[in-house]
């Protein structure tokens, strides 16, 4: 069964193409009325890139629990919502259908309010990639509190930086979290986190590994026992009913921490109505999700992937999401291939990070698998190199499913630019075409227009958006002039991704990567700020730079140019003291893959460091490396150069 506003053909496309630039308004107002609303919008779309203001159904009210899960009770009730595959392939399955995460649901946000969460209040979940994880989160939606997840692998500091700059009441955490072969002491990790912390009430811990935790009188309560309670509050002669709050469609649904360009992680704020409309409307279409499909998204729901590609868009197109606890290399490289013979898979949206290191293994994991299930495969996080996109093809496809390579951030809600299953056409390494209601531009470093094609008749320079779509993030929290800054200040009237893109003869368009200064390791943003700040932590570090450079798993690895002033320990000893230093800070995502020590950094006679010089020596470019008149010590340079590890 396909959905009234699903894309069923080429002409289709372009059709609803320009009725979504020629009037957004009557396009977006026709994909909306497919969903429940309390109360119906008075207008489709006010908005301004200046200040920014950006306002979409405004004056409509709605629950987005309700478009998850109660609209779809009267005729999918027994059907899975969730299929739950644990980290062990030993351990029990767990089927939720849409009755049960109805009643889950509807438990858990009486058990924020039994503890005082209130409309409007900040709930930060950091959790293990459990079925709870996502009850939390469709709870605090019911109530209309807003929930900020942080991915389990953050470290106490990062924890402890989001939960201030939210200024967030209550936690909502595991025990620990089991991954591959590890157990994650979340708990303790909170624990350390709270170290000073005045403004936390509660935090509600979920029972996942029975490991030891401190559990603190009047502040920790066990998730088991609150849920046991409120399930006789909820339910009343086998009926389940937790009255879903009215919300504003621009009222916050949820803030997640992404990194900028300066070290401060920016919490992005996505709103109920916009977010709901793009996350479903992009689902659909993309994937071409038929009624009844499996659909299978690796990604943790600590980031923004699974937000919207686990939860909220599936569960909003009443869709079955398979959310999985482990790592795909264990118990062995075969995991996501058994999973998805197993369950009968029919879409697979993975990173090319994955997909890389799968690749390594060779063919033996593929050996005897069952990929018959399969319709479509995705990518996501970063551009996939044509090698890997060939033998996901070939090995996992059999030729024989459409890959969409989608391109979005965590600012956007959901893809941008992609081309969609089968209905628009595919070409390795490029993201294709937008989605309907992206209007994407390509400018150069003034903001101009770029139409002018190089030799190969492409247009290359910066991209940008000139107009807003549903999914688009309407300020960061607490702080709407770095909104600002960051996304509509550096080109007049338009939305600067970060990215460099091309554009060919045919409209399609390929990402070229970031063009500021952050980096895209396995797929997810970390800003170099933020890294050198924590590598400048370190008691024996003088001064740090960082860039990207091309790594053949990760995408992109972490290069550290460091001044060293200390005495301790042999170089390798101190490259593992920096690298302990910033996983405590950051996390374990953060680590530099390569330290390479200095005694000075290339720097203008103003003091600015010369991250190009320092980018093109990590790639391994030591002769173009363009002019260094202007540097204070252009002899540093050559030190570097002799330097290279």
Known sequence: MSYPYQIKSLEQYHTDYKKSVDDPEAFWAAVADNFYWKKKWDKVLEWNFTEPKIEWYKGGKLNITENCIDRHLPTMAEKPAIIWEPNNPEERIRTVT?????????????????????????????????????????????????????????????????????????????????????????????????????????????????????????????????????????????????PAEEMDAEDPLFILYTSGSTGKPKGVVHSVAGYMIWTAYTFVNMFQYNKGDVHFCTADIGWIT??????????????????????????????????????????????????????????????????????????????????????YNENIGNKNCPIVDTWWQTETAGTLISNLAGITPAKPGWATLPLPGVQPIIVDEKGDEITEKDEHGMLKGNLCIKAPWPGVLRTTYGDHERCRVNYFATYPNLYFTGDGAIKDENGNYKITGRVDDVLNISGHRIGTAEVENAINMHSGVVESAVVGYPHDIKGQGIYAYVIYNGHHGDENQRRQDISLTVAKIIGAIAKPDKIQFVSGLPKTRSGKIMRRILRKIAEGETENLGDSSTLLDPEVVNEIKDGKI
């Open 98 to 242: 849409y009755a049960r995460l109805h009643k889950r649901v509807c438990q858990f946000a009486q058990v924020l309010k039994n503890n005082g969460v209130k409309k409007g209040d900040r709930v930060c979940i950091y959790m293990g990639m459990v079925p709870e994880l996502a009850y939390a989160v469709l709870g605090c939606a019911r109530i209309g509190a807003i929930h900020s997840v942080i991915f389990g692998g953050f470290s106490a500091q990062s924890i402890a930086d989001r939960l201030e700059d939210a200024q967030a009441e209550f936690i909502v955490t595991c025990d620990g979290a089991y991954r591959g072969d590890k157990i994650i002491p979340l708990k303790a990790v909170i624990d350390d986190a709270l170290i000073g912390n005045k403004l936390v009430k509660k935090v509600i811990v979920y029972t996942r590994t029975r490991m030891p935790v401190s559990m603190i009188k009047g502040r920790d309560i066990w998730w088991e026992d609150e849920m046991e309670f409120a399930e006789g509050q909820v339910e009343k002669d086998g009926v389940v009913s937790f």
């Open 306 to 391: 699974g937000h919207s590609y686990i939860v909220y868009g599936p569960l909003a197109a009443g869709a079955t999401s398979l959310m999985f606890e482990g790592i795909p290399t264990w118990p062995n490289a075969g995991r996501f291939w058994d999973i998805i013979g197993k369950h009968k898979v029919n879409i697979l949206y993975t990173a090319p990070t994955a997909i890389r290191s799968l690749m390594s293994f060779g063919d033996a994991p593929l050996a005897g698998k069952d990929f018959s299930s399969l319709k479509v495969l995705g990518t996501v996080g970063e551009p996939i190199n044509e090698e890997a996109w060939h033998w």
